[in-house]
């Protein structure tokens, strides 16, 4: 994923290292020019002063110095805000483009893959994971590579003034990074455990959120808030040892440069006996607290490297499901329908493979028929119509369509073909029109009213709101509006769930005189408990 963002956008990328790279050279090059200032004062002599001899203007004189300076300010605020906002640019377009992507993959997931996790497990996926990704790139990337450029142009400064102390934080610099390695070893699997614990939570809540109306009418507010209490106690558990381990390394970062930086003046102060000590030891204190900061973040990346790397196996996964792959692809063979025949050839079904739902069913419907799937509870009436949508693929034997095995075909293919009335098919949009409108085209509106107007739909204009799923509707209004979105896309298949359900005497009415004349162009599927007398039946199938 880095590597196609990077070779997709290589100029954001690498113009924000230049600048990043100019910036660093700004910033030493003020305490440098802060060190000539501290020579022309004193009036003194010696090399560093050579380290700006490229300068087309001599800064002996002072005059020309303050220009130099306000020059190197004016840079730095240019080059600063230049680096900020193309590492924030890249942050955002890369996370942009993977929460595109997610959204296009979940799209394309199988109905039984999406059920096998909680929706929260997908959510966290477009929060805590995204944030992550980004860090990843600015801060683990982008920001990593700026900053140790400019810790090699200080260390190569700082090479002119005294290589000695050059050495001393060399060698120092690898225990402490040891230390800082073995400690981010122990908190990897610590931040893995937390940030699972969370994506659990956030499954719970999801769920039981959506299932609210249940809890209050079977008074489970406490068994609910009782296994909540239970998940958020194992949390804080784990918060409390990641927070121990990160704050010990949170607490040596600032230690480490401190110490560095009192090695450093320590062996200035014994070692060297020269008239330019305090010029040398001016520009390595200002040089060490500039890189106290660059320092304590390329010692933290670790953390930033094992946060992201979790998040990248996770999105990675998602991005490339194995059950995809055939609805992805170039639909080569369309379904194609001239009457409508259905037939289901020894069909056998189960969710679980040790309870068939449905086994070896075989039925024939013709063309231009109006048939009632009947059955008790649990005998796979729905389920019949998942199957005849390609939500679900058969354990065996094939279902066909005009004599096309829809099993070779993708479920895009077949739904373009197939529609559903289904109150487990929710509304989607804020208006009456795009709620019914597949396109939401303008040219649709006058045959959405039309429609609207032949089951009985006069509440409301097509362009009053909704609510989220319909929620501002009454269940009736609900159902007339799922009626009217499956009549609009004029498909030759229309499988009915229960839709009388809801309607008062006159919705149910106006919905047989429909389908009643719908059935000469249309097959139509049914399943009712007790369909309306009135309601021409050509064939039954009992499940």
């Not at 924000?16 to 790279?21: G, H, Q």
């Not at 004062?41 to 560093?48: A, S």
């Not at 810790?151 to 120092?172: G, K, T």
């Not at 507010?221 to 958020?232: M, Q």
């Amino acid at each position: 994923m880095l590597i196609s963002f990077l070779r997709k956008h290589p100029y954001l990328v690498l113009g924000t290292l230049l600048v990043a790279l100019a910036n660093n050279i700004v910033t030493i090059t003020i305490p440098v020019a802060i060190s000539k200032f501290y020579q022309v004062v004193l009036h003194t002599e010696g090399q560093r002063g050579k380290l700006l001899s490229f300068l087309p203007f001599n800064l002996d004189e002072i005059s020309h110095f303050f220009y130099f300076f306000a020059a190197l300010i004016l840079l730095k605020m240019l080059f600063t805000f230049a680096e900020k906002y193309g590492i924030g640019i890249a942050g955002e377009r890369f996370t942009k483009e993977i929460r595109e992507q997610l959204f296009h993959h979940h799209l394309l997931y199988s109905v039984e893959k999406h059920e096998q996790k909680a929706v929260g497990n997908y959510l966290l996926r477009y929060s805590g994971d995204l944030t992550s990704l980004q860090n990843y790139l600015t801060k683990g990337i982008i920001v990593f590579t700026k900053d140790v450029l400019f810790i090699v142009l200080a260390l190569i400064v700082l090479c002119f003034f005294s290589w000695q102390l050059v050495s001393l934080m060399l060698l120092l610099l690898p225990f402490f990074v040891l230390m800082m390695w073995g400690l981010n070893k122990i908190l990897k699997p610590i931040s893995k455990q937390r940030r699972g614990a969370k994506s659990n939570n956030l499954s719970f809540v999801s769920e039981r959120l959506g299932q609210l109306m249940t809890i209050k009418v079977f008074n489970r507010e406490a068994i609910e808030e009782k296994s909540f209490v239970k998940r958020s106690d194992k949390l804080y558990r784990l918060g409390q040892q990641y927070q121990l381990w990160y704050s010990i390394i949170q607490a040596l970062l600032p230690a480490f440069s401190y110490l560095l930086l009192l090695a450093i003046m320590g062996y200035i102060y014994y070692a060297s006996n020269t008239q330019n000590n305090g010029s040398t030891l001016l520009v390595f204190v200002m040089l060490i607290i500039s890189l106290m900061s660059i320092i304590k973040r390329l010692l933290n990346v670790n953390t930033v490297w094992q946060s992201g790397h979790i998040s990248m196996e996770k999105v990675h996964e998602m991005l490339q499901p194995p059950n995809i792959n055939k609805e992805s692809l170039t639909e080569l063979n369309e379904l194609i329908i001239t009457n409508g025949q259905v037939v289901f050839d020894n069909v056998s079904f189960a969710y679980n493979p040790n309870k068939p739902l449905l086994q070896n069913l075989s039925f024939e419907a013709q063309a231009n028929t109006l048939v009632w799937i009947k059955g008790k509870q649990g005998a796979g009436k729905s389920t019949l119509f998942e199957l005849l949508l390609h939500l679900y693929t058969p354990n065996s034997g094939s279902i066909l369509i005009d004599g096309q095995d829809i099993g070779e075909l993708t479920g895009k293919s077949v739904r373009r073909e197939v529609t559903l009335v289904s109150n487990d098919v929710p509304l989607l949009g804020n208006t009456v029109f795009e709620a019914i409108s597949y396109s939401r085209a303008d040219d649709k509106r006058e045959k959405a009213q039309a429609i609207l107007q032949k089951i009985g739909f006069v509440d409301l204009g097509l362009d009053d709101k909704i609510g989220e799923s319909g929620k501002q509707l009454s269940a009736g209004q609900r159902k007339l509006l799922i009626i009217a979105r499956a009549l609009l896309t004029n498909k030759k298949i229309i499988l009915l769930d229960e839709p009388f359900v809801d309607l008062d005497n006159k919705a149910q009415a106006l919905l047989v005189k429909q389908l009643n004349k719908l059935k000469q162009k249309r097959t139509i599927f049914l399943i009712d408990k007790n369909p309306p007398q009135n309601l021409l039946i050509d064939q039954i199938i009992e499940l």
